[in-house]
């Protein structure tokens, strides 16, 4: 349902975007997000996106630096990560929540129905 893509590794300041190609008509019922896992922590939230009309919502640790977006044409929901530092290093991981509920964010993991397989970005000082 959900195949991401895009992670790498960069130098602390640099920018990536990851994408993740969504099976038709995921994006347009489902409420989607971005999560993130470091070696030893729990997965936590990181972005997320609701169905519309269009309201998103970012941790504190990324705002103003990440930016979630999603293009219907491609089916495709993206993660703009710029300006970033080594403890944004994890495995990142898209989700989307088949929602019946408009303009909501969901921010708790245990919400979403559908993942993809993860994608790591690592960070270097």
């Known amino acids: 349902q959900l195949q991401a893509s895009g992670g790498g590794l960069v130098q602390t300041g640099d920018s990536l975007r990851l994408s993740c190609t969504a099976s038709?008509?995921?994006?347009?019922?489902?409420?989607l997000g971005w999560f993130r896992q470091a070696p030893g922590k729990e997965r936590e939230f990181v972005a997320g996106l609701s169905r519309r009309p269009d309201k998103t919502e970012y941790a504190d640790s990324v705002k103003g630096r990440f930016s979630i977006s999603r293009d219907y044409a491609k089916n495709t929901v993206y993660l703009q990560m710029n300006n970033l530092k080594p403890e944004d290093t994890a495995v990142y991981y898209c989700?989307?929540?088949?929602?019946?509920?408009?303009?909501?964010?969901?921010?708790?993991?245990?919400?979403?129905?559908?993942w993809g397989q993860g994608t790591q970005v690592t960070v270097s000082s």
């Open positions: 038709e008509g995921i994006l347009g019922r489902c409420a």
């Open positions: 989700a989307a929540e088949d929602s019946l509920s408009f303009g909501v964010v969901f921010t708790s993991y245990t919400r979403y129905d559908y």
